[in-house]
C-alpha cells in the first residue's frame, strides 16, 4: 500500500490533509507495543467462544508487531461486567482461541493493571504475546479515568488502537491513554477508515445505501447525513413501517416508533429535494407471532390488524434488485427482516447474495448486518465488512469518533 493511500482519515471541515499515524509510522523493534484490540466475542452458556471473527480481525496488526520483534501487550473489554470482576466474562478464552490462531502461547494475566501485570511485562522477550485481563472489571475504564489510563499506559511503550469497534467510545483504553504514550492506529481500524471515508467523500457512483433493522431512531441521523451523497435509499426490516405509516400504508401489529411518524415524512420531503429516490416495501411476510415454526402469509401494501410484518416480501426484492443492479457504491446497515428466525431471512439472505455478485464496492455495516453476511457465508464476496456496529453507524452519522480523533496525526 503506497503512501498516497495508506491512510485517508480526512475531516472535510477545514482539516483537508489531517492524516493519522499508524503502526508503521514507528520502529517498534524491541519497544513494548500496548494493543487496544476488540475480543468482545460472543460465548456460549460453557464459555465457549462461538465467533471468532474479531479476534481473527486482529491477526494483521499482531502478527506484524510479532516479527517486528516487539513485545505486545493486548487489551480488551468483553461484555458489560459495570466494573466489577465477573468470571464469566474472562478474556481467558480469547487467550486461548488467540494461542491457536497465532501458532505460540499467549499468556493470561490476571489483572490489566498493578505489580502483577508490570512484573510479566518486565520480563516479556521480543515475539513474546500477553493478554490483560477484562478492562471493564475496572470502574476507571468506561469514566476514562486518567489515573487507570495512567496505570494502563505503564505496561506500554507505544500505544496501538485496533479495536474499530470501540473507537465510538472515550474511555481509558480507547482516549485517556493517549494523554500518556505516543499512539497510532492498526490495520484494522486503518482499513475500516479508509472504507468508510471513500464511501463518505470519494465513492463511485450511483451510491445506494440500504437500511433495515428495528429502530428508525437509530438511523435517522445517518439519513439526514447521508441523503445529500447518495442517489437510492432503500429501507427494510422494522424501521420500514413508519415511514409505510407516514404513507397511511396498513402496519398491524408491526413494531412501531409512533413518535418518529413527523420524522418519517420530513425525510421524505428532505429526499426530494436531494434527488434521492426512496424505495419502501411493497409486500411484507407477516405472521402472528414471531416464533420459528409460526404460519406467514404475504400480502401487498397493507398489513392487517392483528398481523406483524416480519421481512420483504417477493415483489420488494425484485423492486430493490432493479433498483441496486447498477449502483456502484453500496452501503448496507441492517437485516431487511428478522434474520434470527428461518422464516424471515429470505429478504436478507436474496439482496445480499444479489450484492455479493455486483461489480461494486460494497460496504457492509457491523452488527446483525455484519453476523447476517457472516452466516450466509458471503463475506470474502463483500468489499468490507466493518467490525463496528455502533462506530460504523456514528461514523456515517458524521461524527469524530474519540477513540481515532486522539490518535497522533502525522
Known amino acids: 500500500m503506497n503512501d498516497d493511500n495508506e491512510n485517508k482519515y480526512r475531516n472535510k471541515k477545514g482539516r483537508k490533509g489531517w492524516v493519522k499515524k499508524t503502526i508503521r ?5 524491541g519497544k513494548k507495543v500496548l494493543m487496544r484490540v476488540d475480543f468482545n466475542v460472543p460465548l456460549d452458556e460453557r464459555g465457549r467462544i462461538t465467533d471468532d471473527t474479531r479476534i481473527k480481525s486482529a491477526l494483521p496488526t499482531i502478527k506484524y508487531a510479532v516479527k517486528s520483534p516487539s513485545k505486545v501487550i493486548l487489551m480488551s473489554h468483553l461484555g458489560r461486567p459495570k466494573g466489577e470482576v465477573n468470571t464469566r466474562m474472562s478474556l481467558a478464552p480469547c487467550a486461548k482461541r488467540l494461542s491457536k490462531l497465532l501458532g505460540k502461547n499467549v499468556k493470561m494475566l490476571g489483572d490489566c493493571v498493578g505489580p502483577e501485570v508490570e512484573n510479566a511485562v518486565g520480563n516479556m522477550r521480543d515475539g513474546n504475546v500477553v493478554l490483560l485481563e477484562n478492562l471493564r472489571f475496572h470502574k476507571g475504564e468506561t469514566k ?8 494502563l499506559a505503564r505496561s506500554g511503550d507505544i500505544f496501538i488502537n485496533d479495536a474499530f469497534g470501540t473507537c465510538h467510545r472515550a474511555h481509558a483504553s480507547t482516549e485517556g491513554i493517549t494523554k500518556f504514550l505516543p499512539s497510532a492506529m492498526g490495520f484494522l481500524v486503518e482499513k475500516e477508515v479508509n472504507y468508510f471515508e471513500k464511501v463518505l467523500h470519494s465513492p ?4 445506494a445505501l440500504l437500511l433495515g433493522g428495528a429502530k428508525v431512531s437509530d438511523k435517522i441521523a445517518v439519513i439526514e447525513n447521508m441523503l445529500k451523497k447518495i442517489d437510492y435509499l ?10 409505510l405509516k407516514s404513507r397511511l400504508k396498513g402496519t398491524g401489529s ?3 416508533e409512533e413518535d418518529k411518524i413527523n420524522m418519517a415524512s420530513e425525510i421524505f420531503s428532505k429526499a426530494r429535494n436531494s434527488n434521492v429516490s426512496v424505495f419502501l416495501p411493497e409486500d411484507h411476510v407477516i405472521a402472528r407471532t ?7 402469509r404475504v400480502v401487498r401494501e397493507h398489513i392487517p390488524d392483528g398481523w406483524i410484518g416480519l421481512d420483504i416480501g417477493p415483489r420488494t426484492i425484485k423492486k430493490y434488485k432493479d433498483a441496486i443492479k447498477d449502483a456502484k457504491t453500496i452501503l448496507w446497515n441492517g437485516p431487511l427482516g428478522y434474520f434470527e428466525l428461518r422464516p424471515f431471512r429470505k429478504g436478507t439472505t436474496d439482496i445480499a447474495k444479489f450484492i455479493s455478485r455486483l461489480n461494486a464496492t460494497t460496504v457492509i455495516g457491523g452488527g446483525d448486518t455484519a453476523a447476517a ?12 465488512i466493518s467490525t463496528g456496529g455502533g462506530a460504523s453507524l456514528e461514523y456515517l452519522e458524521g461524527k469524530e469518533l474519540p477513540g481515532i480523533a486522539a490518535l497522533q496525526e502525522k
Open 144 to 151: 476514562n479515568d486518567p489515573e487507570f489510563a495512567g496505570a
Open 25 to 29: 509510522d514507528f520502529d517498534i523493534k
Open 373 to 384: 453476511i457472516n452466516a450466509l457465508g458471503l463475506a470474502r464476496k463483500m468489499s468490507h
Open 204 to 207: 463511485e457512483e450511483p451510491v
Open 254 to 256: 408491526s413494531r412501531l
Open 234 to 243: 432503500l429501507i427494510g426490516g422494522a424501521m420500514a413501517y413508519i415511514f
Open 290 to 296: 414471531i416464533t420459528a415454526h409460526t404460519r406467514v
